[in-house]
């Protein structure tokens, strides 16, 4: 009996199995079809569009009666533009070269003064703590906020965040805050780790405080890899850190939608960190940041190849200054520490451990960044290919498991996504900082006197023109199911989880097969040799003056530029010319798209396997995990609620606002600041203090959250006196604006609140003061 319900028990699960094998065929067969109709889609209308140019250069090429005249001209320019390409090439190529050779410059366009080397530590790196000297004409105050800003470390040079003059440093100094920068050296010190590197940029954030005693505390900005650094950063050090600032930055390794982000499938099809530590051991334990500048260079074939290039020819007369400045950061390639990659493929990108409090660095327990007490502002697009929104927040939800744990541990999440900019325009791009990250230095402040919560940050409008322009926001309350709802589910992530163990499989397979030999064969010669060959290196130095083919370009350039005679825009042969490359980059688009539809097709079918996953059984992660239901218990939940008949004026007021603001599920800007000047300049509330006047938010919200009812309830025992009740309305009013201009429910509110507190009620809903 026994052995016949084994049987039917096993026949059971190959039945499941098999369907599952069907559904996934199925799921197949549609994906390929959506990604069939989207690539075809878009290389037909790109067809279309240049078969009717060349019409129109057919019309004009049979219709000119002087076609060896504009061909002439044509030729004369082409090859004018052609020697002064070669030189534009030629010096990026010197600049990289002179980085490979040992030089150290850095991108930054301002001065700065080393404030804290970490090659003299305790525990050495190669990271440095230097402030920006602000340009003629700015003045910072040491007395207000500092910034410290930490770029990306993923195979390129630090610099990239103060890039130009419109950008995040750019933005700060205008505003007058002191900004630092933390910067790292090419190679790694010996023994070098992660959590050194954290070690250090804790030691930063210290002087930082140091140096502005009157101040609070910094704000921490981390671009792309720098962002989870920074928040490695404020989960180490709660108390030192202020707001984090996360731009373009993955949290969230295994997040992202079918079709949209294949870059989330290369650590499945490449044997996870396989690939890692393998490159460590021939490079003599040192990682060769090249790979990971190669493997983003691989993404969009059509720009690393053609475009980028091609743009530069088709402009050679004004492109060159704007293609060295980024091609001068793009070209430096940086190293890690073996223990440094391997730490950042396992925890993060492989392994997702961050989010889930799983990943270890250095201590004892794992990093939890439930632990990080100060605002964290999180800048996502949806035009970001190598950090989606998803992969920038989808750690809100595991995290924290409902909008409810956000308020009750205190936190104040607030994120933007911006329509289309690209991954590096997140830091980069003039118009954003000129926006959004204007918006976030100018808003810090105002975001901490929010209630806890998660909000969503959206900038309304634009007011003025020209230099004196500027941009309103508000921040509007969501919870975790808007977070969500930016994915497509999170189903597909079984399948990276299962890609995470066989990724434990390879490395320790080839820990006890290979390692010991390849380490034997490997040597700082064969290392030094590979580096130099590497492909991204020897592009560069072939079109260097190291190349004595090359070198002359300079001097010929020289004599272009006084002898240029650029063709008229008209000229037939020109427009020949771009719709030749445009063809050319739609042909390499069209391959780079079938590629990723191949990539994620090809992953999907070994990695959903229901056959394949069942190596994976009880290594799943839980995805529809919830932590509300225990959150009544949390201890800060309960001390608040101990406390909802007490408190004076004060805990009354901050208590009313709170309901107001959750009642519009929004908070403009002008309200913000009408309460942040309040709430700072008058008594009771300006002799808090900032710490004392967060903690009352934070009781109140708890108290809201849970006794919504009960908290208007005993306002009357909070103020017992009508005038402290008529004054604590009047404070409320006068900060929630015009009543004219509120919703419903809040004008709703206003007058309960009043009835409660029994002072007259001369606001009315929304629509009786419309017909009035």
Not at 309 to 329: L, S
Not at 387 to 410: F, H, K, M, S
Not at 508 to 532: C, M, T
Not at 547 to 555: E, L, R, S
Request: with cysteine; aromatic share 8%; hydrophobic share 45%.
């Amino acid at each position: 009996m026994d052995d016949k319900s084994g049987v039917a028990q096993k026949g059971a699960l190959l039945n499941g199995d098999l369907s599952k094998l069907a559904e996934l065929a199925q799921s197949l067969v549609e994906l390929s079809g959506n990604h069939f109709e989207k690539i075809a889609s878009s290389f037909g209308a790109d067809l279309r569009a240049h078969l009717s140019d060349w019409q129109n250069i057919s019309r004009e090429l049979s219709q000119s009666g002087d076609l060896p005249a504009k061909f002439a001209e044509y030729v004369t320019d082409a090859g004018q533009r052609w020697i002064l390409f070669l030189d534009i090439m030629r010096e990026v190529g010197n600049f990289a070269v002179e980085q490979m050779e040992g030089g150290e410059r850095l991108v930054l366009v301002y001065d700065f003064n080393v404030v804290i080397d970490g090659r003299t530590l305790e525990r050495p790196t190669n990271y440095l703590l230097v402030q920006i000297q602000p340009p003629e004409g700015v003045q910072t105050d040491p007395t207000l906020r500092p910034y410290m800003i930490i770029d990306p470390r993923a195979g390129h040079g630090a610099g990239i965040g103060g890039f130009k003059s419109d950008s995040q440093v750019g933005v700060a100094l205008a505003h007058g805050h002191p900004v630092y920068f933390v910067i790292f050296l090419p190679k790694p010190q010996p023994g070098q780790t992660l959590a050194d590197v954290c070690m250090a940029e804790g030691a930063f954030v210290r002087e930082i405080a140091k140096r502005h005693p009157v101040a609070p505390r910094p704000v921490i900005i981390g671009n792309c890899q720098g962002g989870w650094a920074a928040m490695l950063l404020a989960a180490s050090n709660p108390d030192l850190t202020g707001p984090v600032v996360a731009s373009g930055a993955p949290l969230s390794y295994w997040a992202g939608v079918r079709g949209k982000n294949p870059l989330r499938y290369s650590g499945g099809l490449a044997f996870g960190a396989l690939p890692a530590v393998i490159t460590s051991d021939i490079g003599n334990g040192v990682f060769d940041g090249a790979h990971l500048v190669l493997n983003f260079e691989l993404m969009n074939p059509h720009n690393t190849w053609w475009s980028k290039y091609y743009d530069v020819f088709a402009k050679a007369d004004t492109e060159g200054p704007r293609f060295k400045g980024f091609e001068r950061w793009w070209s430096t390639f940086y190293f890690m520490n073996e223990a440094e990659i391997r730490w950042i493929v396992e925890n993060l990108f492989i392994g997702n451990k961050l989010q889930g409090s799983q990943a270890f660095l250095g201590g004892r327990a794992p990093v939890d960044l439930r632990k990080i007490k100060a605002p964290i502002i999180v800048f996502a697009s949806q035009g970001d290919d190598i950090t989606p929104p998803q992969q920038a927040l989808n750690w809100i939800p595991v995290v924290y498991g409902d909008e409810r744990e956000i308020r009750a541990r205190g936190q104040r999440i607030v994120y933007m996504v911006h329509e289309d900019v690209g991954h590096l325009g997140i830091f980069v791009s003039a118009k954003v900082a000129q926006k959004q990250h204007d918006r976030i230095v100018t808003t810090l402040e105002m975001i901490e006197s929010l209630a806890p919560g998660l909000y969503e940050m959206r900038i309304e409008k634009k007011i003025g023109e020209g230099t004196s322009a500027y941009y309103v926001m508000s921040c509007e309350e969501r919870n975790v199911a808007d977070i969500r709802a930016l994915d497509d589910g999170a189903g597909d992530e079984k399948s990276f989880a299962l890609v995470a163990r066989l990724s434990e499989f390879w490395v320790n397979a080839y820990e006890f097969g290979a390692r010991p030999y390849v380490k034997a064969l490997a040597s700082p010669a064969l290392a030094d040799a590979l580096v130099w060959s590497h492909p991204l290196r020897a592009r560069r130095y072939l079109l260097s003056d190291k190349n004595p083919a090359v070198a002359p370009i300079g001097t010929f350039a020289e004599t272009v530029r006084k002898e240029r005679k650029p063709a008229d825009p008209s000229n037939p042969f020109l427009k020949s010319e771009a719709l030749a490359a445009g063809l050319i980059e739609q042909t390499l688009k069209f391959w780079s798209d079938v590629g990723a539809a191949a990539k994620e097709l090809m992953f999907i079918s070994l990695y959903a396997n229901p056959f394949l996953m069942r190596m994976n059984e009880g290594y799943t992660p839980e995805t529809d995990a919830k932590l509300g239901e225990t959150l009544r218990e949390l201890p800060e939940v309960e001390a608040a609620l101990a406390k909802i008949e007490q408190g004076g004026f004060a805990e009354a007021v901050v208590r009313m606002l709170i309901l107001m603001a959750r009642s519009r599920g929004a908070v403009r800007q002008s309200r913000l600041e009408r309460s942040n000047l309040i709430l700072r300049s008058t008594e009771p509330f300006k002799s808090l203090g900032d710490e004392l006047r967060s903690a009352i938010i934070h009781e109140q919200t708890l108290i809201i959250d849970f006794e919504p009812e009960a908290a208007i309830a005993v306002l009357p025992k909070m103020l017992p006196t009508l005038d402290e009740r008529q004054r604590a309305i009047a404070l409320v009013e006068e900060i929630a604006g015009d009543p004219l201009e509120m919703a419903e429910a809040t004008a709703r509110l206003l007058t309960v609140l009043r009835e409660t507190l029994q002072t007259q009620a001369p606001v009315e809903p929304r629509e009786k003061s419309l017909q009035a």
